[in-house]
């Protein structure tokens, strides 16, 4: 994988004094945990950073930001002739010709699909579910759509599930195989894996672990209007139309973020400033056309707008017409900064055992993770999880300071150990996900609490809660 190039910020017209106090921003807002960001400016990666224990190889679960992702392999094979946006979404799956018997079921192109418009006024993705859990796609088309196709919008898993499976099905691949020779390579992007679901396809709506410079390049591939060191990827016609409002938004659950109130187009956002596509718990890919700029962030929040909100307030202004002069200073403390970012690990002190205690949840049944039955602390600090029946050993040194990663049999970050003479606090952090699991343990009477601090939204074994295995 080749680098972007890079460059300081005032070569590139940005003021590196607005980036420090985006980042003093996120920092000190106990809602928001960064772990990564890249600002491009005309080509140039102008700042870049990841809060230890996060590293820039690591791919991590980029929830709907998975959406953009999938928008793109369609955009090619409409390209392609493969797909046509005013084809019946029907006609690609003749065998559920004689079970979808609702007119504006039938009536629903790819294009409403692709835009969120299929006519129904709200998510559908448990009804899908209920209606076939094996086929997600006539599950979702088996629900008659409230209104016309093409009239309403509604957030719906289904939809981009359904663009995903007429890709996978017209091109006979997965979507990464399909992305890997016209989007991934081109681009330079490396590792990029996508979780499956039971009818083996990827999920297309969620599920792409990537990391934050294959967000960063997939937003410069749209900033240019297709075009990659000079030869046409897209076409420019898909990517204007992909970023432009195809449906209205509705005031919906997110009344108070008008960065979702702005309109939606072929599976990106339209935005105040923009636009982007986005993932649950703060994974933003942020095009700013009139700055030419791009904002790959990775995060833990369930404040995205805030996100946004402090995005507008300090770097917006921070983009000026041209190079400034005499910001050598400004540019390498920022510089400096973005080497030593880092999270708080969880405090406490070495635990030191000589025997292994076996902790069981209180109250029987750890409710936020029901498959752990088990935590166990050993001699020098080592922890390790019973989850699902499986033995996740993590390693020792709990409470020696710092995070201590684990790269097998997950990738996590561990802190913690004795914050008082009663308890021991671990906090795990998954690295390839938003995630962290907070642990405490009451050797009183050998009992653990575990909550997520937030919760993934594909549940599940703890052993999922990384990126799927590379394919071939």
Not at 2 to 22: E, K, N, Y
Not at 199 to 216: C, P, Q, V, Y
Not at 313 to 318: I, K, S
Not at 395 to 423: H, K, Y
Request: proline share 7%.
């Amino acid at each position: 994988m080749s680098s972007l190039p890079t460059s300081t910020p005032a070569a590139q017209g940005v003021d590196a004094g607005g980036i420090q106090a985006f980042l003093d921003a996120l920092e000190s807002d106990p809602r928001i945990e960064p772990h990564s960001l890249m600002l491009v400016r005309h080509g140039q990666v102008v700042a870049s950073g990841w809060w230890s224990p996060y590293t820039p190889d690591r791919p991590q679960l980029l929830y709907s930001l998975s959406k953009s992702f999938t928008a793109t392999a369609a955009g090619f094979a409409v390209a392609e002739g493969l797909i046509r946006l005013d084809d019946p979404v029907i006609s690609y799956f003749p065998e559920f010709e004689a079970d979808i018997t609702d007119p504006r079921s039938r009536a629903m192109l790819v294009r409403h699909v692709a835009s969120m418009a299929s006519g129904h006024v709200a998510e559908t993705v448990d009804r899908a579910l209920a209606q076939d859990r094996q086929e997600l796609v006539r599950g979702f088309l088996l629900i008659p759509p409230d209104r016309d196709p093409g009239t309403v919008f509604a957030y719906n898993q289904p939809a981009t599930y359904t663009l995903g499976a007429i890709v996978q099905r017209v091109t006979g691949q997965t979507l990464t195989e399909y992305l890997r020779p016209r989007l991934f390579e081109p681009l330079g992007i490396g590792r990029a894996d996508w979780i499956h679901d039971r009818a083996g396809r990827e999920l297309g709506f969620s599920g792409l672990h990537a990391t934050t410079d294959a967000i960063a390049r997939l937003g410069l591939l749209y900033l240019r209007g297709g075009m990659w060191e000079g030869e046409r990827l897209l076409p420019e016609w898909w990517v204007a139309e992909a970023t432009r409002a195809q449906i209205a938004h509705e005031a919906g659950p997110e009344v108070g973020w008008p960065d979702w109130q702005q309109g939606y187009g072929f599976q990106f956002w339209m935005a105040r400033h923009g636009y982007r596509g986005d993932g649950a718990y703060g994974q933003f890919c942020v095009v700013l056309p009139e700055q030419d700029a791009v904002l790959a962030i990775t995060s833990q929040t369930e404040e995205m707008q805030q996100v946004l909100d402090l995005a507008w307030e300090h770097l917006l202004p921070a983009f000026g017409p041209g190079p400034l002069s005499g910001r050598e200073a400004a540019d390498a403390a920022l510089a400096d900064r973005l080497t030593r970012l880092a999270l708080p690990p969880a405090e406490g002190k070495a635990v030191a055992a000589e025997d292994t205690t076996v902790f069981t949840p209180a109250g029987g049944t750890c409710a936020d993770q029901p498959s752990l039955t088990a935590v166990e602390v050993g001699p020098a600090g080592r922890l390790t999880l019973v989850d699902d029946g499986e033995r996740l050993d993590l390693g020792a040194g709990l409470g020696e300071g710092g995070w201590r990663v684990v790269d097998e049999p997950l990738p996590v970050a561990v802190s913690g150990g004795w914050s008082d003479a009663e308890t021991i606090d671990i906090d795990v952090a998954f690295l390839e996900t938003p995630h962290h699991l907070l642990i405490t343990c009451s050797p009183g009477d050998r009992t653990f609490t575990a909550h997520w601090r937030t919760r993934p939204l594909h549940a599940g074994p703890l052993r999922r809660m990384r990126a799927p295995r590379a394919s071939a």
